[in-house]
């Protein structure tokens, strides 16, 4: 009997190890990911600089990557990762601007670890409005969540500057080596680095004993409850955790772009960051990665043109995804290699 | 403060008619239609374009609010939202925000992203004194017509035919359609009316809240206010829940204009999280 059970540990662990492997298509990603750095870095001549696009796909990434971890993997359904993504924003600019471009105060850094801690805080307090109720519930719940915390940004004008926003905002440089430069150069650099660790970090979670519980409870909270996962205990934890990651995605948007505005805590923001993960696909890790690449180029494509026809196509796009594709465009992919293979052994 | 009382119940009365065809579609059909608004907002623009462009009056404007966006809500019921009732309610929730998205991009490039104004009726236009207080005559008419409309919709509902089917239906799909209640139609019946008294409302709304291409994003968090608070399994709870809802608002903001927002959001996480069911419910949940 004992020993039975020892085996049956022995697979699964060996499972979660082989899962755990990087595989070459990851290393391509990441160096493409550094390649562009070299294209559009205005290092060549002739291609344009679009770094600051880039590091904004970057941060979007991050804050698809944190609803990831909830609706992926923990089947949380939530339209209120901006509420994070926004407190996350306004702690790093209050902090570096507090600080005035010296050390302990305005160092990116440590405003990213500050950031993450108080919306990981928040997040954790909150996280228990989640726990109850049904879907709707929890969308709701939310939604609400978010609006107070935006209406609150729009109102606490001695704080957040209101409507206006804090702008000015200048943090000292990166690990006080690197200031941030004219083009923006360090600044993607600093935000690919630390989206690379959280995803890193993101990617050890979901593939641990932990990460398979929360499979677990996303396919069915009863039977995981049955089983002795303490289903309470793990979705807090997920939840304040992708709280902390939402919270550095906005401390990177607003260390970056040197301002904090009530837009980046507005209700789009999470509507935005819910549909980069479903247009990448929800549950890879790498959807709200390539979704917010997708997104932003296509945003930046068609809202050149005129932003009403960017919202229509935006919303046509996202009625088409539900109705004909399953799992966005990892999931594209993943059933064009399979039928691929299939058509190979035949 | 009568004013505002009074103000409160026209506003409260409006969402009701409003929301009450999203509270009877996700009772129905467990579908979460956050579109709802957009359907609201087609009923009020026609109006507009029929009186400014064509000169109709005010009066047939609300009926054809009505014909219209019940025409476009069956019509899209029966293309697109048919492929959603059984996928994830997040499929449903992407879908409709999708669809939102659209009709606020289609109306902002056809209309303009401005307010849109029009001349009511000289008879409905100005005010007079109820009680001691200074009233607007097109609010007055427009609690008379959502009252008869509530009245109307509860005769319906107790006494008709259809109504008792559509009670089966919301109270146990399955064993309606076990007992031969064609609960597709009736469902396709109900998603057009509730879409055609939104688009009503999206009419009355010009001369009360205005309306601009924002409107469907603006306006779901009061429907979902009124669907938290007032449940989804009656009609009576979603009405009281608006009537609360309105007064509540108008007073907020005008007593209160800094917090009047926040206070209504933290209610409705409130009643979410102490009575997710609804504070109108009776007890039971599904």
């Given at each position: 009997m004992s020993g039975s059970h020892d085996k049956d540990l022995q697979s699964a662990s060996a499972r979660l190890l082989k899962q755990s492997h990087s595989r070459w298509y990851e290393w391509l990603f990441w160096a493409v990911a550094l390649s562009l750095f070299v294209i559009f870095g205005d290092f060549i001549p002739g291609v344009p600089t679009r770094l600051m696009l880039l590091t904004e796909i970057v941060t979007l990434a991050l804050l698809a990557l944190s609803i990831d971890l909830v609706l992926g993997f923990a089947g949380i359904v939530t339209l209120g990762q901006g509420a994070y993504f926004g407190l996350g924003a306004y702690v790093a600019a209050l902090l570096a601007k507090g600080?005035?471009?010296?050390?302990?105060?305005?160092?990116?850094?440590?405003?990213?670890?500050?950031?993450g801690l108080?919306?990981?805080?928040?997040?954790?307090?909150?996280?228990?409005?989640?726990?109850?109720?049904?879907?709707?519930?929890?969308?709701?719940?939310?939604?609400?969540?978010?609006?107070?915390?935006?209406?609150?940004?729009?109102?606490?004008?001695?704080?957040?500057?209101?409507?206006?926003?804090?702008?000015?905002?200048?943090?000292?440089?990166?690990?006080?080596?690197?200031?941030f430069d004219l083009w923006g150069r360090v600044a993607y650099l600093y935000s690919l680095a630390v989206l690379f660790i959280c995803f890193w970090l993101s990617r050890r979670i979901v593939n641990s004993p932990?990460?398979?519980?929360?499979?677990?409870i996303k396919n069915?909270?009863?039977?995981?409850?049955?089983?002795?996962?303490?289903?309470?205990?793990?979705?807090?934890?997920?939840?304040?955790?992708?709280?902390?990651?939402?919270?550095?995605?906005?401390?990177?948007?607003?260390?970056?772009?040197?301002?904090?505005?009530?837009?980046?805590?507005?209700f789009h923001r999470s509507a935005d960051g819910l549909l980069i993960?479903?247009?990448?696909?929800?549950?890879?890790?790498?959807?709200?990665?390539?979704?917010?690449?997708?997104?932003?180029?296509?945003?930046?494509?068609?809202?050149?043109?005129?932003?009403?026809?960017?919202?229509?196509?935006?919303?046509?796009?996202?009625?088409?995804?539900?109705?004909?594709?399953?799992?966005?465009?990892?999931?594209?992919?993943?059933?064009?290699?399979?039928?691929?293979?299939?058509?190979?052994?035949? | 403060?009568?004013?505002?009382?009074?103000?409160?119940?026209?506003?409260?009365?409006?969402?009701?008619?409003?929301?009450?065809?999203?509270?009877?579609?996700?009772?129905?059909?467990?579908?979460?239609?956050?579109?709802?608004?957009?359907?609201?907002?087609?009923?009020?623009?026609l109006t507009i374009v029929l009186m400014n462009r064509y000169g109709i009056s005010y009066y047939w404007g609300l009926p054809a609010a009505f014909v219209f966006s019940a025409a476009l809500g069956a019509i899209l019921e029966r293309t697109l939202y048919v492929h959603l009732y059984n996928k994830?309610?997040?499929?449903?929730?992407?879908?409709?925000?999708?669809?939102?998205?659209?009709?606020?991009?289609?109306?902002?490039?056809?209309?303009?992203?401005?307010?849109?104004?029009?001349?009511?009726?000289?008879a409905l236009d100005g005010r007079i004194n109820v009680l001691g207080a200074s009233v607007g005559i097109f609010r007055i008419f427009t609690i008379v017509i959502c009252g008869l409309l509530t009245i109307a919709l509860q005769f319906i509902i107790a006494k008709t035919r259809f109504g008792s089917r559509l009670r089966a239906a919301v109270d146990d799909g399955r064993v309606a359609r076990?007992?031969?209640?064609?609960?597709?139609?009736?469902?396709?019946?109900?998603?057009?009316?509730?879409?055609?008294?939104?688009?009503?409302?999206?009419?009355?709304?010009?001369?009360?809240?205005?309306?601009?291409?924002?409107?469907?994003?603006?306006?779901?968090?009061?429907?979902?206010?009124?669907?938290?608070v007032g449940g989804t399994t009656t009609i009576t709870g979603p009405f009281y829940a608006s009537l609360l809802l309105g007064v509540a608002d108008v007073a907020g903001k005008y007593y209160v204009p800094e917090i009047g927002g926040f206070i209504i959001y933290t209610i409705m996480v409130a009643v979410l999280i102490l009575r997710p069911q609804g504070l109108f419910t009776k007890g039971a949940t599904r």
């Open positions: 600080g005035a471009g010296t050390f302990p105060m305005s160092d990116p850094v440590i405003g990213l670890l500050i950031a108080v919306t990981g805080v928040f997040g954790f307090v909150t996280s228990f409005l989640v726990l109850r109720g049904s879907d709707l519930t929890r969308l709701m719940v939310t939604l609400g969540v978010a609006l107070i915390l935006s209406e609150l940004a729009n109102q606490m004008r001695w704080l957040t500057g209101g409507a206006d926003g804090l702008n000015g905002v200048m943090p000292s440089a990166v690990l006080g080596i690197w200031e932990f990460g398979l519980s929360l499979k677990a069915n909270p009863l039977r995981a409850r049955a089983i002795g996962v303490p289903v309470n205990a793990r979705l807090v934890a997920i939840y304040t955790i992708a709280a902390a990651l939402a919270g550095i995605a906005g401390a990177l948007l607003a260390q970056t772009t040197q301002s904090a505005s009530p837009d980046m805590i507005a993960l479903v247009f990448g696909g929800a549950g890879y890790l790498y959807g709200g990665l390539i979704g917010a690449a997708a997104f932003r180029v296509m945003q930046d494509v068609i809202g050149n043109i005129t932003l009403q026809y960017w919202q229509f196509w935006l919303g046509a796009v996202l009625v088409a995804l539900v109705i004909f594709v399953r799992n966005g465009i990892i999931g594209m992919m993943v059933a064009g290699w399979a039928r691929l293979r299939k058509g190979d052994g035949q | 403060m009568l004013t505002i009382l009074f103000d409160g119940v026209a506003y409260g009365m409006l969402l009701f008619v409003l929301g009450i065809g999203l509270c009877v579609t996700l009772g129905l059909m467990n579908f979460i239609n956050l579109a709802h608004g957009a359907f609201a907002m087609a009923g009020g623009y994830s309610h997040l499929d449903q929730t992407l879908f409709s925000i999708g669809l939102v998205f659209m009709s606020m991009a289609i109306v902002d490039y056809f209309m303009g992203a401005n307010q849109q104004t029009i001349n009511l009726p000289p076990g007992l031969g209640i064609n609960v597709t139609t009736i469902f396709a019946l109900t998603f057009a009316f509730g879409s055609g008294l939104a688009g009503l409302g999206g009419a009355l709304s010009i001369g009360i809240i205005s309306i601009d291409p924002t409107f469907p994003l603006k306006y779901m968090i009061y429907f979902l206010i009124v669907i938290s």
